[in-house]
């Protein structure tokens, strides 16, 4: 099974040194020198792993970490030549998986990627998939009979707290706590409503009925949905 790492540096031959270092089978690469195509891969590739240096020349890699830990649990090592605690536990607090200073050896850098990559393997699925519907939450890659839809964070976040409890009716009140509880804005209830409308219309299955049914004055359920019905 392919394994994707990106490795996000600016310094070309470390960048090329750490791709041939973590060389093994079924691992394959994508090289990163500055933020911007470091933001582009990790859209466009869906990495599972990324190695993040702190500085680049058109930003920080804090500042796409915090970013990326409002859309991805995606493991991430921090590769810096700053060799400061206050840089690590800034690292760390935002969420990143481990950090790594410059210089370091090769041996070091592979056993931190490997530990990074067996808790990883030990976390619960963030795939579901069932009767033409693939959703990966961790790569934030949405398919529906395999063609890809683009959802927006609400409705990425709804349609998680779908899935992780079918059959289960899900309370108003507790998906707009969920939903839009981390200083997104909110309007009225109606957003929940407006959001629910719109996920219903994405995930719509020609001659199928929605797997999102109303419980009138309570809330939601995922119902589980078999194939051709």
Same mark, same amino acid.
């Given at each position: 099974m392919e394994y994707r790492i990106l490795v996000a540096e600016d310094d070309k031959g470390l960048n090329q040194g750490i791709r041939l270092a973590l060389q093994g089978e079924g691992i394959v690469f994508d090289a990163a020198y500055t933020l911007e195509?470091?933001?582009?891969?990790?859209?466009e590739k869906k990495p599972d792993m990324i190695l993040l240096d702190v500085n680049f020349p058109d930003g920080d890699g804090f500042s796409f970490l915090r970013?990326?830990?409002?859309?991805?649990d995606i493991p991430v090592l921090m590769v810096t030549a700053n060799d400061m605690e206050t840089d690590e536990v800034a690292g760390l607090a935002l969420? %990143?998986?481990d950090y790594i200073t410059k210089p370091f050896s090769l041996m070091a850098l592979r056993a931190r990627v490997?530990?990074?990559?067996k808790r %990883?393997? /030990?976390?619960?699925?963030? #795939?579901?998939e069932e009767a033409g519907y693939r959703f990966d939450f961790e790569?934030?890659?949405f398919r529906i009979n395999g063609i890809e839809t683009s959802l927006s964070v609400p409705e990425q976040k709804l349609l998680k707290l779908f899935v992780t409890h079918p059959g289960q009716t899900l309370p108003r009140g507790m998906l707009l706590e969920s939903i839009w509880s981390d200083g997104m804005d909110y309007v009225d209830e109606n957003a929940l409503s407006v959001t629910v409308s719109r996920l219903r219309r994405k995930l719509e299955i020609?001659? /199928?009925?929605?797997p999102i049914s109303? #419980?009138?004055g309570i809330g939601y359920v995922w119902k589980y949905m078999e194939e051709g019905k």
């Open positions: 195509e470091t933001k582009y891969l990790w859209q970013t990326l830990r409002h859309y991805s969420g %990143a998986d490997e530990n990074i990559r %990883a393997s /030990r976390q619960p699925s963030q #795939v579901y790569k934030l890659d020609k001659d /199928r009925q929605s109303t #419980v009138y």
